[in-house]
């Protein structure tokens, strides 16, 4: 079908390309509504093709040559080939049937589904250039059958230089009909075979030696006794009968050896070696050693079948008790990594383990709090492991050398032990010595020394100052005397009289002095009194001096003879009265009187 829009459009790639999307849509809704195409998918009518170019354009034609004819009008010339049935289709809501070519002539001509003025400059097609002409050929993807024409079936695509159906390769696969090509598989995938139609049939290309184990999609190794020496192999090829592989994943039938006696397998380096532990070989039944079923294991090496697996298995952090036939926990300070073992490792030393049957070296833990630096011990302390007692960190910490306090707090042992300036003097081993000035001596300088002469003239001071305080006692001694003599000698020998009126006794609570008491003193005591009050603590003398004359022998006899002595004489004078009120101001007076 062909058909030519005016030429008042600019013929440039923007209109070209607009008119043929405009084109592509038309055509869609019109197979949506009548089902003229043969295939249709998610994007339409499969196999429209849409073809529009500028009139008088031809295809070698030179940038130069576009670029002017695309500023100048032109017509737009479109070619439509559409894949259609061959049976007439029914109209929509009615029981006419319409041959497709009749369909798409009234959907031109009668219709407005190529009108497309809205989007283009006089965009309503010239309908006298319409040109529809029916061709019997199958699409690609088809192939003519009869005289019909049948798509190409999943898995296949429609090859072009045979013209037929063919399966997709290996790596490929086509999960839809009637096309031209299949799809490849994901990088580092392959399909089992030829024809592959869904893409969960791309499996892992395994290597060489490899197969694919199609239960869980992964690659395997061929195992003891087989080989593969291609890629992408699904399968690997067993060795003859009596022969093995060295390794599981042998590549060439050259690897294959002689079979090895029972209990037996061949090794890597190609020499036999005895089954381990767990295990067990026949020849003839079995390529390699097999392991025994699960919780079972053999007492040792070389065993040659099935019935020799009769211990239980150890599992990691257990040890085979080989009298009795039971797995026994890993003490603490112990572990197991393996299985199937009948002894347990031991911790490193000062290690041990939280609880018994320990799986990994890695459960050891040190008790050592020195070694771990879990310990608060000074930096000048030395940290002294002690054994834990119930899992409780136990250890010391014992102040360095020259160093002193509890361990955890250690100071510099010179300070402040040296006393008196002494110098602190370290000396191995362990000796804290002061070096003390000339003054001082002792552990710590603690004491005072005093030289002979300082002795000497300490001594010599002591006795001088003893000397002059006795010099000094005797000089207050001899002026207090002398004050006093010179007291008694400036008063007169008088007779003290109070007053006329009182008798001649003494002021004081006594009887006149007898004669023989006057003649024992110059001076005497007036009178003693006593205060009552508590202001005086002692009692206070007054004396009172009175001149005697001088008596010879003669004189005293007759004195004693004659008791009687003449009264004295009242004394007088300013003096007198001085020492008069004087003695009155301190006389005793009773209380009350």
Same mark, same amino acid.
């Given at each position: ?25 038309? &055509? ?7 089902? &003229? ?34 500023? @100048?009008?032109?017509? &737009? ?25 009749? *369909? ?43 005289? @019909? ?41 392959? +399909? ?8 969960? =049939? ?17 690659? *395997? ?8 020496? #291609?890629?992408? #192999?699904? +399968? ?30 061949? @090794? ?85 383990? @939280? ?28 940290? %002294? ?44 081993? =362990?000796?804290? =010595?002061?070096?003390?000035? =000339? ?9 005072? %020394? ?39 000698? +400036? ?19 006594? +009887? ?5 008491? #006057? ?67 301190? &006389? ?6």
């Amino acid at each position: 079908m062909s058909v030519n829009y005016p030429a008042t459009n600019l013929c440039n790639s923007a209109s070209k390309d607009a008119l043929k999307d405009k084109l592509y849509e038309a &055509l869609n809704n019109v197979n949506r509504k009548w089902n &003229l195409c043969t295939l249709t998918d998610n994007n339409g009518c499969v196999g429209l093709q849409v073809n529009v170019k500028c009139e008088n354009e031809e295809e070698d034609e030179t940038e130069l040559v576009r670029s002017i004819r695309a500023t @100048s009008p032109s017509a &737009l010339r479109v070619q439509i080939e559409i894949p259609v049935k061959r049976n007439p289709v029914n109209e929509p809501g009615s029981i006419i049937r319409l041959s497709p070519a009749d *369909v798409i002539q009234n959907e031109v001509i009668n219709g407005t589904t190529f009108n497309f003025e809205k989007v283009l400059p006089n965009g309503h097609p010239d309908l006298s250039s319409f040109q529809l002409v029916e061709e019997f050929s199958c699409q690609p993807g088809q192939v003519p059958i009869g005289d @019909s024409c049948v798509p190409c079936a999943p898995g296949q695509f429609h090859s072009s230089v045979t013209n037929q159906c063919e399966l997709c390769a290996e790596g490929d696969y086509q999960p839809l009909t009637g096309r031209t090509e299949c799809f490849k598989c994901p990088t580092g995938q392959i +399909t089992p075979g030829k024809g592959a139609i869904y893409e969960q =049939e791309c499996k892992p290309n395994c290597p060489p030696g490899h197969q694919l184990n199609a239960a869980t999609s992964t690659c *395997v190794p061929c195992g003891f006794g087989f080989y593969q020496p #291609s890629g992408g #192999s699904f +399968t690997c090829i067993a060795c003859g009968v009596g022969k093995t592989t060295l390794t599981d994943k042998a590549t060439s039938e050259q690897e294959c050896r002689d079979e090895c006696p029972d209990g037996e397998q061949l @090794s890597h380096a190609g020499i036999c070696q005895a089954c381990p532990v767990g295990s067990y070989r026949t020849r003839g039944e079995h390529k390699q050693c097999i392991e025994c079923p699960i919780g079972t294991t053999t007492e040792g090496k070389s065993s040659t079948r099935r019935e020799q697996c009769n211990t239980p298995r150890c599992n990691p952090g257990q040890f085979l008790v080989r009298e009795t036939k039971h797995c026994q926990f890993c003490p603490r300070g112990a572990y197991q990594d393996e299985p199937q073992q009948s002894t347990c490792k031991l911790c490193p030393a000062d290690h041990t383990t @939280s609880a018994p049957g320990a799986t990994a070296s890695s459960q050891c833990y040190s008790t050592n709090q020195c070694a771990t630096g879990e310990y608060n011990c000074s930096w000048h302390a030395n940290c %002294i492991d002690l054994p834990d007692e119930n899992d409780i960190p136990s250890y010391e910490c014992v102040c360095k050398p020259f160093y002193r306090g509890n361990g955890t707090h250690c100071v510099d042992a010179c300070n402040d032990y040296c006393l008196n300036d002494g110098i602190c003097k370290k000396n191995p081993p =362990e000796i804290i =010595e002061c070096d003390c000035n =000339e003054h001082f001596n002792g552990p710590r300088c603690e004491f005072r %020394i005093q030289p002979k002469s300082q002795k000497v003239t300490l001594i010599t001071a002591a006795i001088g100052g003893v000397v002059a305080i006795l010099v000094a006692i005797v000089i207050i001694i001899f002026m207090i005397s002398f004050r006093f003599n010179r007291a008694s000698d +400036t008063v007169p020998e008088k007779s003290v009289g109070l007053d006329a009126d009182i008798p001649h006794s003494n002021f004081l609570y006594t +009887t006149r002095p007898s004669l023989s008491e #006057s003649l024992a003193a110059r001076s005497r005591p007036v009178g003693y009194y006593y205060e009552d009050e508590e202001e005086y603590e002692t009692a206070k003398r007054v004396y009172v001096s009175e001149e005697i004359p001088p008596i010879s022998n003669a004189s005293i006899i007759n004195a004693v003879a004659a008791p009687t002595i003449p009264p004295p004489q009242a004394p007088s004078g300013p003096e007198f009265e001085e020492r008069l009120r004087h003695v009155q101001q301190h &006389l005793y007076m009773p209380k009350g009187q």
